[in-house]
């Protein structure tokens, strides 16, 4: 079957570092996106991950290790601005994409 | 007009009623989403278009009915729907779906459903 883990929530604190890990499993694997979703918004792409590795966006950073169906988002010099769920999502070959439940960031002053 | 943009944005509607919802894309893209975003649910795709043609239909119910006339519009019809069906209904937008590129998907605001 299909299935992502991510954390429900993670709390800290601005100007700090978080990594939101997500874990997948999926058949057809092409790759892993994450969105950024804030309250009575829609969602917005933040990155893509189709190899292994790190990729790095300004503030924002995305890991992936295929062999280990895992990766993570991390968010450096985190602002008040950056407080918003968090979407894993992985796309596979068969046009599908399913995404995680989301984790809900809290940045507190 | 810019983006992703969505009507109505709020939509009340008994069980026996008939109603539709319309997404339109101003990106040039030639790929369109529907997704169904329930609290404390993961996003779930319902539908996908690609060159106007429906390429996933991810067993929904009949109740919906999608319609892509062209590459720029989306429609999903609504019939008879149960109240477990209110949720958030989004669409989204994409360039081609051919390779293994991200997809990258530009979303709507969303229309907030209530079905009483």
């Known amino acids: 079957g299909q299935s992502l883990e991510q954390p429900s929530e993670v709390t800290a604190v601005e100007g700090a570092i978080v990594q939101i890990n997500c874990t997948y499993q999926?058949?057809?694997?092409?790759?892993l996106s994450w969105y950024q979703q804030h309250d009575g918004g829609a969602p917005t792409f933040l990155s893509y991950?189709?190899?292994?590795g790190l990729e790095e966006t300004g503030r924002f950073s995305s890991f992936l290790s295929r062999s280990d169906s895992y990766g993570y988002l991390l968010l450096q010099e985190l602002q008040m601005k950056d407080s918003a769920s968090y979407f894993c999502?992985?796309?596979?070959?068969?046009?599908?994409?399913?995404f995680g439940s989301g984790t809900k960031l809290n940045v507190k002053p | 007009e810019t983006g992703v943009t969505q009507t109505p944005r709020h939509l009340v509607m008994g069980m026996t009623n008939k109603k539709s919802l319309k997404c339109e894309q101003h990106?040039?893209?030639?790929?369109m989403y529907w997704y169904k975003q329930s609290a404390k649910k993961p996003l779930e795709l319902m539908f996908v278009?690609?060159?106007?043609?429906?390429?996933e239909n991810n067993s929904v119910p009949s109740r919906f009915s999608p319609e892509c006339p062209n590459s720029s519009h989306l429609f999903l019809h609504l019939h008879t729907l149960q109240p477990e069906d209110s949720a958030l209904y989004l669409c989204?937008?994409?360039?081609?779906?051919?390779?293994?590129?991200?997809?990258?998907?530009?979303f709507g605001p969303g229309t907030r459903l209530t079905v009483t």
């Open positions: 989204a937008s994409s360039h081609s779906l051919t390779g293994t590129g991200s997809a990258e998907q530009y």
């Open positions: 999926t058949s057809g694997f092409y790759g």
């Open positions: 991950n189709a190899l292994d």
């Open positions: 999502a992985v796309r596979n070959n068969f046009n599908k994409f399913y």
């Open positions: 990106l040039g893209h030639n790929a």
């Open positions: 278009y690609s060159l106007e043609e429906r390429v």
